[in-house]
């Protein structure tokens, strides 16, 4: 069993750890700077309410905060961090904020408050959250009552949540408390907050995200230091490296949340990138290191006395990505590499496919697209690729593109057609059981008191006799939670 749970946790550091490609600088896109938003939970969401407010220029457009307090809320205290602004909230001084806020705009320290005029605001705090009490939201409503109209202001609070970013089909269990801090409460938070604060979107893509890449940049390019990673995440949808002109939300993880400690559960499983593929929207995944204070983003001055001002070192670090990647133009790059040549399938099995082509000059990496959809999550760094997870006797067709430095592709290859062995699969099959009988029944596995289903690695929540999933299965040994339906 031991051998098992080692073996299971390579492959999922494997999977999400993304050391597989060189960190890039954040390409400079077409982006619309009215429109730039900013939302993050517990110590991001704290963090979310300072850059909002202390850069409200940039942020005009608004913020989205789960689980957080006003702004300043601690006045540089770590005995308030954890007192007043998450265990004991009425001892918040919520007036004497609101004079700091307008005295530091009047100086400087930050962007006029008058930006926040127009501003749209989304809070969420879980109903028995035992972390940030929902009293620290509601005094951040009534901070905020003093700079956005209440009209533009939503406050849920009336789902059953523990401490976490909630989804509507990813995570622990609702009320559960602990990594990674994302709980299924099916809802769908951050579509919620990205809909208010844009208003109506286009339907998230709730498939394959094909359009759009994974880009790890250098964050050593804005600071060193100061508790921040070496590298950061985004996801980029390909209209925007196109030159379509995009918008850009700023996606703060809250403690114990970096991609050191939870992998890049926070980057890709809490909902946002669905609807910005469909949307055209630059998601950017800032990370703390492990050296940061319980991981946490600096909101109680535990990195400089000036951390809620605009020249607090974390606060310049992401307003210069925001503003780097808000640096582009209207015309579309040009494609810097040709496309890749000689691409040929081969080693055909009932559920793989080899694929193999020749190197491009000046190429950092490559993308494999099935069908016109990408199927890896990050740049291929050889000239091959094994595509799993496919169906027996089915044929299929491949092209694969190019990326340089910037993270730009080539034109598509050729397409290289090929067909899996075996039978065609029947038809779907389900099964319905607690996570447990899964596990026995070998349709999934365990890893640290959580269940994943097999092939796909989907979280089914806790590993018990209580929490019941139902897995379809898709390929040899291949499940996904879903419906036969």
Known sequence: ?????????????????????????????????TQTTVSGLSSGGFMAAQLHVAYSATFKKGAGIVAGGPFYCAEGSITNATGRCMASPAGIPTSSLVATTNSWASQGSIDPVVNLQDSKVYLFSGSIDSTVKTGVMDALKTYYSSFVPAANVVYKKDIAAEHAMITDDYGSGCSTKGSPYIN???????????????GTLNPRNSGTLASGNFVEFNQSQFITGHGMAPTGWAYIPQACTAGTQCRVHVVLHGCQQNVTLVQQQYVRNTGYNRWADSNNMVMIYPQTST?????????????????????????VAIKAMVDQV???????????????????????????????????TGATGYNVYRNANKTNALPVTITSYIDTGLAAATTYSW???????NNLESVASTAAAGTTTGTPPPAATCYSASNYAHTVAGRAYVLYGYTYANGSGQSMGLWNIYTTQTLKLTGSNYYVIGTCL
Do not use: E
């Open 326 to 360: 808000s640096a582009g133009t209207t015309t579309p790059p040009p494609a810097a590499l040709p496309a890749p040549s000689g691409l040929a399938t081969s080693n055909a099995s009932a559920s793989s496919m080899n694929l193999n082509w020749n190197a491009v």
């Open 399 to 405: 092209t694969v593109k190019a990326v340089d430095g």
């Open 1 to 33: 069993m031991k051998s098992r749970l080692l073996c299971t946790f390579a492959a999922a550091a494997a999977l999400f750890g993304g050391a597989a490609a060189a960190a890039v600088n954040l390409p400079q896109l077409n982006i619309d700077k």
């Open 184 to 198: 299924d409460c099916n809802f769908d938070l951050a579509g919620a907050m990205l809909a208010h604060l844009y």
């Open 291 to 315: 050296q940061a204070t319980n991981s946490c983003w600096d909101w109680w001055g535990y990195d400089s006395a000036n951390y809620a001002r605009k020249s607090g070192p974390q606060m």
